[in-house]
């Protein structure tokens, strides 16, 4: 039997173990609201990372803010089309002019035209009229193909015509060049190729002489178009299509003036000082004459300086000029129609 001073130790203790019990009932009970509240939360998705790239210019990072407005219509944009210069209309126009052949004398020889029997004139009724340019050099000079083609002839024309004569040209060479070009050299002292070689621009095909029907040793030079070489009246101007000397210019003077047939009108053709108006030099010519209605043009100056130019004739409207310039390796072009 317990003594009456040990039961209060004993109900102390109870009420303890009572208390200790209640708080590992409230701790588990805590726990587990914890646990509840905790599996309902929803788990965040994963962040998707973007790599950005530094721009061209930077070599630091910088992000590019994507616009979510309505993107705006751009006006179409037009290139203007360069309306080509017509000499009708302009004082002159200056044109890229695809100049085909070589002169077919070269330097240090005489590789300029004889100014004083140009393409289309007859030296004031004294001669025939002409049907291609001369180049003035010594006997032996060697003759070069003015670009690249096919021998047709390579022979004196005692039998075979290229004119209303035989024996005309002396010893010849016709080639025919793309575009149905001719090139003729008459004259020849001696002929270095042969009917059907193929020649290339600048081949040594014979060399200056005085055969046929020269006076005075010298190449005649003639391009001609069409006709199979061989028609007298298919000739062009060779200083139009020769390539003008390196610095220099080609000039080609249209007259469409009072009269349907050619006759030779004496033109004046000035080149003044660069930036004034006092001559330089002056060129004397005349326009084509008669039988030389189907080229273009009606006259031509090759191989001229760069720079201001005055054209200069008369008709029956009375004296016509007209300034011009002149550019390197160009073509300047000048048209007078009838007042």
Same mark, same amino acid.
């Given at each position: 039997?317990?003594?009456?001073?040990?039961q209060?130790?004993?109900?102390?203790?109870?009420?303890?173990?009572?208390?200790?019990?209640?708080?590992?009932?409230? =701790?588990?009970?805590?726990?587990? @609201?914890? #646990?509840?509240?905790a599996?309902?939360? /929803? &788990?965040? +998705?994963?962040?998707?990372? !973007?790599?950005?790239?530094?721009?061209?210019?930077?070599?630091?990072?910088?992000f590019?803010?994507?616009?979510?407005?309505?993107?705006?219509?751009?006006?179409?944009?037009?290139?203007?089309?360069?309306?080509?210069?017509?000499?009708?209309?302009?004082?002159?126009?200056?044109?890229?002019?695809?100049?085909?052949?070589?002169?077919?004398?070269?330097p240090?020889?005489?590789?300029?035209?004889?100014?004083?029997?140009?393409?289309?004139?007859t030296?004031?009724?004294? =001669?025939?009229?002409?049907?291609? @340019?001369? #180049?003035?050099?010594?006997?032996?000079? /060697? &003759?070069? +193909?003015?670009?690249?083609? !096919?021998?047709?002839?390579?022979?004196?024309?005692?039998?075979?015509?290229?004119?209303?004569?035989?024996n005309?040209?002396?010893?010849m060479v016709?080639?025919?060049?793309?575009?149905?070009?001719?090139?003729?050299?008459?004259?020849?002292?001696?002929?270095?190729?042969?009917?059907?070689?193929?020649?290339?621009?600048?081949?040594?095909?014979?060399?200056?002489?005085?055969?046929?029907?020269?006076?005075?040793?010298?190449?005649?030079?003639?391009?001609?178009?069409?006709?199979?070489?061989?028609?007298?009246?298919?000739?062009?101007?060779?200083?139009?299509?020769?390539?003008? +000397?390196?610095?220099?210019?080609?000039?080609?003077?249209?007259?469409?003036?009072?009269?349907?047939?050619?006759?030779?009108?004496?033109?004046?053709?000035?080149?003044?000082?660069?930036?004034?108006?006092?001559?330089?030099?002056?060129?004397?010519?005349?326009?084509?004459t008669?039988?030389?209605?189907?080229?273009?043009?009606?006259?031509?100056?090759?191989?001229?300086?760069?720079?201001?130019?005055?054209?200069?004739?008369?008709?029956?409207?009375?004296?016509?000029?007209?300034?011009?310039?002149?550019?390197?390796?160009?073509?300047?072009?000048?048209?007078?129609?009838?007042?």
């Amino acid at each position: 039997m317990l003594s009456i001073a040990s039961q209060p130790d004993q109900q102390a203790g109870r009420v303890q173990r009572l208390l200790e019990k209640h708080n590992h009932m409230y =701790r588990a009970l805590i726990l587990f @609201v914890l #646990f509840i509240i905790a599996s309902c939360v /929803p &788990v965040p +998705a994963p962040v998707e990372t !973007v790599a950005v790239l530094p721009s061209a210019a930077s070599t630091e990072f910088a992000f590019t803010p994507i616009s979510t407005s309505t993107p705006t219509t751009m006006a179409p944009t037009f290139t203007p089309t360069q309306i080509p210069c017509d000499p009708l209309t302009a004082d002159f126009c200056i044109i890229d002019w695809k100049f085909p052949f070589h002169a077919p004398i070269l330097p240090p020889d005489t590789d300029s035209v004889d100014g004083t029997y140009r393409y289309g004139s007859t030296q004031s009724g004294a =001669r025939d009229p002409h049907h291609g @340019v001369e #180049f003035q050099n010594r006997f032996g000079t /060697p &003759v070069y +193909a003015a670009g690249d083609g !096919v021998v047709v002839f390579a022979d004196p024309d005692k039998t075979t015509k290229f004119s209303p004569w035989t024996n005309f040209y002396g010893n010849m060479v016709l080639i025919r060049h793309a575009g149905d070009f001719y090139t003729l050299y008459a004259h020849l002292s001696n002929i270095f190729v042969q009917a059907g070689s193929q020649i290339k621009a600048g081949e040594r095909i014979g060399e200056v002489g005085q055969t046929g029907g020269a006076t005075g040793s010298h190449l005649h030079f003639e391009v001609r178009r069409g006709g199979a070489g061989t028609d007298y009246f298919s000739t062009e101007n060779p200083e139009l299509w020769l390539i003008p +000397a390196e610095g220099t210019g080609t000039l080609a003077i249209t007259l469409k003036v009072d009269v349907e047939r050619n006759y030779e009108r004496p033109l004046v053709v000035t080149r003044f000082l660069d930036g004034s108006t006092d001559p330089l030099f002056v060129y004397y010519l005349s326009s084509y004459t008669k039988g030389f209605e189907h080229n273009e043009e009606d006259a031509v100056l090759g191989s001229l300086p760069p720079g201001r130019y005055k054209v200069a004739f008369s008709d029956g409207s009375g004296l016509r000029e007209r300034i011009v310039l002149v550019e390197a390796g160009k073509l300047t072009q000048v048209v007078f129609e009838k007042k």
